[in-house]
């Protein structure tokens, strides 16, 4: 076969080839292309017979290759589009969205009940002024206990036994030492301390509906001059109605706090029984949520303030408590067990 036929044939059963082509056949078209048109291909193969031709013959045959390399790569660029246009289409097939399926339920998260009630007592007083300060849960002896009032020997101590990590050192059993540690630093010339401090304490106390040994607590501390008794009182009238209503009962007995004198306890009449006495409130009608007292002088004193120019009130309260009392939680252990149906309840 002479040349001129050979380059025909290439052209037409390459046509053919590509015709037969259909879908997505990228590789083979990737292969057929270097094949015909690639550097060691069919035509570079049949163009090295153009030097055997006459001279005459020669530009004759070459337009003819120059033809026939023009027809088949512009072939093969056609059948390149309808290949991409067949990817994108299964493409689009297999990725096609049925709107009519229903929607996946995201599962959001929600914060503790006990972060809710920190955040909105804080809420309160940082409206009021009050800065809240951090304590450290693995406290000294000295700043837990003696910095309160409380000597190695006092036995008030026994009220609040802890664990202990040394001599030393241990697990605070109050947030009351964040009292003495931001007395120690506050500057009074430039005006009264007002701060509360929330966080977790530990005692030795049995686990029951009401106790545990790990708990939190939010402390208050106002000092300054002419405090007195009654700003306390209202402080916590104010908190107590804000978390609980207007029409909650709530009482004051005489206590004793070594740190503070004159010390009270409040007690917020029963969630569950209304006043008349259950398992919750252990038969008396009220539950304890919180202590309180005006600041002794000797807690001043030890910070270097003098207690003959300024005065001051803290408390102390329950945050357990006072999530039970406000959504009717009647034992305490629900807040540790991580149990979804108890925390879910709580969504803010
Ligand atoms: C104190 O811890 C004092 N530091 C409070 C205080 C601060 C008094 C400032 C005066 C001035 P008490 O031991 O009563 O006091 O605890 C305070 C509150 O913590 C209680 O009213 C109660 O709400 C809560 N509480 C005490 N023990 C437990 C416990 N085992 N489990 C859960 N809550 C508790």
């Known amino acids: 076969m002479d040349l001129q036929a050979q380059l025909e044939e290439l052209k037409e059963t390459t046509q053919a080839k590509l015709a037969e082509m259909h879908g997505d056949h990228a590789k083979e078209l990737q292969e057929l292309r270097v094949q015909v048109l690639g550097k060691k291909g069919s ?150 301390l007002k701060m509360i401090s929330p966080g977790r304490v530990f005692r030795r106390d049995t686990d029951d509906a009401t106790h545990s040994h790990q708990f939190h607590q939010i402390e208050g501390l106002v000092v300054g001059e002419n405090i007195s008794m009654g700003d306390l009182k209202g402080t916590l009238e104010m908190i107590i109605k804000k978390m609980f209503g207007e029409d909650r009962k709530i009482r004051l007995r005489p206590s004793y706090f070594p740190f503070t004198e004159p010390s009270v306890e409040v007690d917020v009449s029963c969630f569950k029984c209304g006043g008349k006495g259950c398992n919750v409130c252990k038969k008396t009608g009220w539950i304890e949520i919180l202590g309180a007292g005006m600041v002794h002088p000797r807690v001043l004193e030890m910070s270097g303030v003098d207690s003959e120019k300024y005065s001051g009130f803290a408390f102390g309260l329950g945050q357990e408590r006072i999530a039970m009392l406000r959504y009717g939680i009647n034992d305490i252990r629900g807040f540790y067990q991580g149990d979804m149906r108890f925390s879910e309840q709580f969504k803010s």
């Open 43 to 192: 035509l570079t193969e049949l163009l090295k017979g153009l030097k055997e031709l006459s001279h005459d013959m020669r530009p004759v045959v070459g337009k003819q290759v120059n033809e026939v390399r023009d027809v088949l790569t512009k072939a093969f660029e056609e059948q390149a589009k309808i290949v991409e246009a067949a990817k994108i289409k299964a493409q689009l097939e297999s990725e096609s969205l049925d709107v009519t399926l229903p929607g996946r339920h995201v599962n959001l998260g929600n914060r503790h009940v006990l972060t809710q009630i920190s955040e909105d007592i804080e809420d309160i007083f940082i409206g009021m002024g009050f800065q809240v300060v951090d304590g450290f849960e693995v406290e000294t002896d000295y700043y837990n206990f003696e910095r309160m009032n409380l000597p190695k020997d006092h036995p008030a101590r026994d009220m609040q036994d802890t664990f202990y990590i040394t001599e030393e050192i241990l697990l605070r059993t109050h947030t009351s030492p964040v009292q003495a540690r931001t007395l120690d630093k506050h500057d009074f010339a430039k005006g009264p």
